[in-house]
């Protein structure tokens, strides 16, 4: 099943840590067959969000649809989420191959041993399938990561700085695949520091600053200066 | 007027109180003495023990339903309060103990049980002061919290099985005076149980103001 | 594409968490080590005439079985932290108490492994034979390591959030194992008849009973645990 078509909304989204809003009435759209980049210094309440789309964290007001449905974390809806976080989430004793597999297992992949292959292949990682990660660079793990993230072939992708680590060869693979993603009919959330390369995948933008939204469109010319005016010279 | 320092000082008023119906108001026990007269107070504080837990219990469920941190910050003051009339009730116990037992302790169902609670409610405010403050912590102590209360009634349980010498009938089979002083002792207590749960709830909300107010003011200093 | 059922979730999650021993074997190296040492403590601290022995066995079993216990969940979560690998499980579409069983039973099969070790060897440091009534020892100790998994694995879930936590995690659930460790002393000294009591079986209903509230407690609890 090759899900196409759901829309990730957010409306009036906030979350209270402690005493303070890290994000504050956030009304987005993330559609459907789209990368949307999700910008902002830090502190501005990226991961906050992509913790409560992942379903990780709650939200304290608010809510988060997928294709009309609130967002909840219930199984169904766990299952059709990607989510490449700061860390790698994989278990280091085991193999580039059985990591894939047990996520793989519990998420009920289908033809699950072909899959495996066929991901692990295309992330460059056929030599080392069969090695245990806690050998693997950063870069190596971070390519086995995004693989995990694929595996079931999530509707909503989150990918939270997913370039960490990845050499020349690693972001050309990992564009690829995400935009794949995209084409497939994916939601997808890219969060990272490299706006350059964002602005290569990305078709619209969402942009954050101390935790509530200053720009939200398509991203049309130069994401970068795009950027400047709206979330660094209101800084200033 | 504000409300909370009248109560403080009505309620010191109370202790004054207590103690002379403990000590003054009510007639000696004939076959235990003196030292009967702790009872007002050991009691007492032993209900109110087991209050301050069955509170923690409530709030530790509160937080993990809605996550609100007025229930972790309930659970919190309560397991504190708790603690203190815990402490008061393993240290009155003994000085009854010793004369009227010959032993400052017995392995008896409700000696034990109370020794463990106070003991896993230690480990919840060693917890709450040295593991943190953040959310996962709040969960971490929230989840001991609900496991604490039913585990104090296996122990009861356990210990039951090896015979008990508590003295329940002391003061049922006393006159009157008795019970008046003890219930009223209680109702002072209680006074003091509750001013304390609220003060310690204000002083961590405040604490949690504070620690978010410099994190903001740190944030818009390095801007 | 469709979320796995309950029982084949334990069994992916119980699979994954022993190909991970075998493969490093550092937690269960750790801790068999660490009951041999313990062994060798009591066998130094205890030992005396064999009527003595025979009196300081079970809580010497007992307390061996918390102590290495205690390491081995510690352990088996410190795994799950190091890489952020427990975050991919929770957001996973499997059943999520079925992880914990999952985790429960691992955390039991390294106890079991480990107390297959110490008894034998605890048994005849202090020179007790405890051939007669190995059944029903070996019954008690299994609830107890049950009711240990039980009552250990959320709390080491939990405790990855933790500064500490590795000193934490026993000042936190030694107390809440107690009335194992109550029924457990109690039971196996009936066993080896220096207890006197009613027959040992009461004190093995009493384990089972402990395990299964806090059993099923966790197991229930868990959905709301692990999501901030």
């Known amino acids: 099943m090759s899900p196409t078509g759901q829309a990730l909304c957010v409306r009036g989204l906030g979350r209270i840590y402690d005493d303070h809003y890290a994000l504050v009435g956030l009304d987005a759209t993330f559609p459907a067959g789209t990368i949307t980049a999700l910008l902002g210094p830090n502190g501005a309440g990226k991961s906050t969000l992509m913790g409560m789309l992942s379903t990780l964290a709650r939200p304290s007001e608010g809510e988060v649809t997928l294709d009309g449905q609130p967002l909840d974390d219930s199984p169904a809806m766990r299952g059709r989420i990607g989510y490449v976080g700061h860390r790698t989430m994989l278990y280091g004793p085991l193999s580039a191959r059985e990591n894939l597999a047990f996520f793989g297992r519990l998420y009920g992949v289908p033809d699950l041993t072909g899959r495996v292959d066929a991901l692990i292949t295309e992330v460059g990682l056929a030599r080392d399938a069969d090695r245990p990660v806690e050998g693997f660079s950063r870069g190596m793990a971070q390519r086995l990561t995004i693989a995990r993230a694929l595996l079931p072939e999530p509707a909503v992708l989150l990918l939270d700085e997913p370039f960490t680590g990845l050499d020349q060869d690693g972001l050309v693979v990992a564009s690829r695949m995400i935009a794949r993603r995209r084409d497939a009919g994916a939601a997808v959330v890219l969060a990272s520091h490299d706006l350059a390369l964002t602005a290569t995948l990305a078709d619209r933008a969402l942009m954050l600053r101390r935790g509530r939204k200053v720009f939200e469109g398509p991203v049309e010319g130069d994401l970068a200066a795009l950027y400047r005016e709206r979330v660094e010279e209101a800084a200033a | 007027m504000k409300p909370f320092p009248i109560a403080t000082a009505l309620s010191a008023i109370g202790l004054f109180a207590a103690h002379w119906l403990a000590f003054d108001f009510v007639p000696m026990e004939r076959t235990m003495g003196a030292v009967q007269r702790i009872f007002y107070f050991h009691v007492p504080s032993a209900w109110l023990c087991y209050l301050g837990f069955l509170m923690c219990f409530v709030g530790s469920v509160g937080y993990l339903w809605t996550r609100r941190s007025r229930w972790d910050l309930f659970a919190l003051a309560s397991a504190e309060v708790g603690l203190i009339f815990g402490f008061i009730v393993l240290i009155t116990g003994p000085l009854w103990a010793r004369p009227a037992w010959g032993a400052w302790w017995r392995w008896e169902p409700r000696l034990v049980s109370m020794a463990l609670m106070v003991l896993i409610f230690c480990a919840y405010w060693v917890l709450r002061s040295y593991g943190g403050s953040g959310e996962g912590v709040k969960r971490f102590a929230a989840i001991l919290g609900v496991f604490g209360a039913p585990n104090i009634v296996f122990v009861h349980l356990a210990v039951r099985k090896w015979r008990g010498t508590h003295p329940d009938q002391v003061v049922s089979r006393s006159n009157s005076d008795m019970r008046i002083a003890l219930y009223s002792v209680l109702a002072i207590l209680l006074v003091v149980f509750v001013l304390l749960v609220v003060q310690r709830y204000r002083i961590h909300k405040n604490a949690f103001r504070v620690r978010a107010l410099r994190r903001r003011l740190s944030r818009m200093g390095a801007m | 594409m469709n979320a796995p059922g309950f029982f084949s979730v334990v069994g992916v999650v119980l699979a994954k968490d022993l ?210």
Do not use: C, H, Y
Request: proline share 4%; no cysteine; net charge neutral.
């Open chain 3, 19 to 228: 190909r991970t021993e075998l493969r490093s074997k550092q937690t269960l190296m750790t801790m068999a080590m660490f009951g041999l040492v313990l062994t060798f403590v009591f066998a130094f601290g205890f030992v005396a005439d064999p009527a003595t022995n025979k009196k300081v066995l079970p809580g010497a079993l007992w307390a061996s079985l918390l102590f290495t216990g205690t390491l081995g969940v510690g352990r088996t979560f410190a795994r799950e932290a190091e890489l952020g690998a427990f975050a991919a499980l929770v957001l996973s579409p499997a059943d999520r108490a079925a992880v914990l069983l999952g985790k429960m039973l691992g955390n039991l099969a390294m106890s079991i492994v480990v107390m297959v070790l110490v008894v034998p060897l605890l048994a005849l440091m202090l020179r007790v034979d405890i051939t007669a009534t190995a059944a029903i020892i070996a019954l008690q100790l299994l609830l107890g390591a049950l009711g240990f998994a039980v009552v250990g694995t959320p709390l080491a879930v939990m405790a990855v959030n933790a500064r500490f936590a590795e000193v934490l995690l026993p000042i936190v659930v030694f107390p809440l194992v107690t009335p194992v460790l109550i029924a457990g002393v109690k039971g196996t000294g009936i066993a080896l008849g220096t207890t006197i009591g009613e027959d040992a079986w009461g004190w093995v209903q009493f384990i089972a009973a402990f395990d299964v509230a806090f059993g099923v407690g966790g197991l229930f609890l868990f959905e709301r645990m692990v999501t901030e």
